[in-house]
């Protein structure tokens, strides 16, 4: 049951009151899809008089639509209230260290257009920001839709976010980018308000509201890339830590007597089993195995090597598997999440990962902890990330949708 305000009428003004209403009558209507007045009134614990009022404004936007008659419960039959999916859109972006990808979401997070390329995102900024734009105007132009029928734009970044320089990637993990600012550059591009968050975050909230983790609100997402990140919902909501560096579990030290990391340290997750140190190990366990295979180029092919059943290719995927296994280890005794999600194109190979995962955390976490976690692979496909910096956008929107909704705003 969702309840109605916690604060009294004397403590909120009659607008903030209005607001606070309509948010608790839309979060319930885009949940439902389809209600009727009287439902919505007995779900918030709202008068009647103040549901119909609201619902009043609601149908003067284009956000809800009166729709069929739905059943009846002894007296006349009641109107449905739909929430319109397409009543306006989002663009997700997701910013690789190797690529860009971008999709037009609808309020329900239909794909409706993507793009993308790769990137040369660590060392050329200025490119990046300009292939931004590109993205973009390409999702837009494809649908024929204008900048003003977004509500916004959500970036997914490979680095740590802090709150209080949201557009901003951190220089310690992207030195080039010192001076650049996402988020004003799309604004100013596009004059829609834009939320900047960590590519791993951004992978667990998909995974919240769309993939694996629908049923639960505490979950961990590792994200097994040219870095490894780690997102961590925590009771429904992402948890950034104080300065945002919450779950970089990827410069976590396994080993500190390991190789040297571009953060400074030494033996971190990343220098084991980050895309360049796995596809270098892999090359060099080739050479020792006297293979006259090609080595890797990529991740794709390591794992489709692996899932052809290439025995040097099997034993790099369950290498990355132990180690990232130390990981998670330390991680479920530290936050015994009800759930764990591995994306990245290593997951993939599936069972093959996973075995290296559990055989290793076997021996390094608590029983309890490990009977309460299930550990799985992502079932979300690689546009995954654009769709969870979708999702940051929608979520924002629907807890203010009187800041984010401007028709809405207009209707109060
Ligand atoms: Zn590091």
């Known amino acids: ?21 309509s948010q608790l009558i839309l979060s319930l209507l885009w949940n439902e899809r389809g209600i009727s007045r009287a439902d919505l009134a007995r779900r918030t614990s709202l008068s009647r008089s103040t549901v119909s009022a609201i619902v009043s404004d609601l149908l003067s936007t284009s956000l809800v639509r009166e729709s069929h008659a739905g059943a009846s419960s002894g007296g006349r039959r009641p109107i449905i209230l739909e929430f319109q999916d397409q009543s306006s859109f989002i663009v997700g972006i997701e910013l690789g260290a190797t690529h860009i990808s971008c999709v037009l979401m609808d309020l329900r997070c239909n794909i409706q257009a993507k793009w993308s390329a790769p990137a040369r995102v660590r060392d050329e900024p200025e490119l990046a920001l300009q292939q931004m734009t590109t993205a973009v105007r390409s999702v837009l132009d494809e649908k024929g839709l204008q900048p003003s029928e977004l509500i916004g734009i959500g970036v997914a970044v490979p680095s740590p976010v802090d709150r209080e320089r949201p557009g901003e990637l951190l220089p310690l993990i992207l030195p080039k980018w010192k001076g650049y600012n996402i988020a004003q550059h799309l604004e100013v591009n596009f004059e829609r308000p ?18 694996a983790g629908l049923a639960t609100k505490d979950l961990a997402y590792i994200k097994v890339a040219t870095g490894v990140g780690a997102g961590l919902i925590i009771d ?12 970089e579990i990827g410069h976590s030290s396994i080993d500190p007597d390991g190789p040297l990391c571009i953060c400074g340290l030494h033996g971190c997750l990343t220098t084991f089993i980050g895309t360049p140190a796995l596809l270098e190990r892999a090359e060099e366990e080739l050479r020792a195995s006297g293979s006259v295979r090609r080595p890797a180029a990529s991740i794709d092919e390591l794992v489709d090597a692996a899932l052809d059943g290439d025995p040097v290719s099997v034993e790099m995927i369950r290498y990355a598997g132990d180690k990232l296994g130390v990981g998670i280890a330390n991680m479920l005794n530290l936050l015994n999440p009800k759930m764990v999600v591995l994306g990245g194109g290593i997951a993939r190979a599936g069972d093959l ?8 955390i076997g021996g390094l976490s608590l029983p309890e902890s490990i009977r309460a976690t299930l550990i799985r692979t992502t079932g ?12 940051l956008m929608l979520q924002a929107a629907l807890d203010q949708p009187t800041l984010y909704f401007s028709e809405l705003r207009e209707a109060l």
Request: charge should be negative; proline fraction near 1%.
């Open 1 to 21: 049951m969702i309840s109605a305000l916690q604060t009294t009428p004397e403590i909120l003004g009659a607008s903030a009151m209005r607001a606070k209403h």
């Open 194 to 211: 834009v939320f900047v968050d960590n590519d791993a975050n951004l992978g667990a909230l998909a995974e919240l509201w769309w993939g």
């Open 236 to 247: 429904g909501r992402i948890f950034r830590g104080s300065g945002g560096i919450a779950g």
């Open 353 to 360: 990962l996973l075995e290296g995962v559990r055989s290793t």
């Open 380 to 391: 979300l496909n690689e546009w995954g990330i654009a769709v969870g910096a979708a999702t």
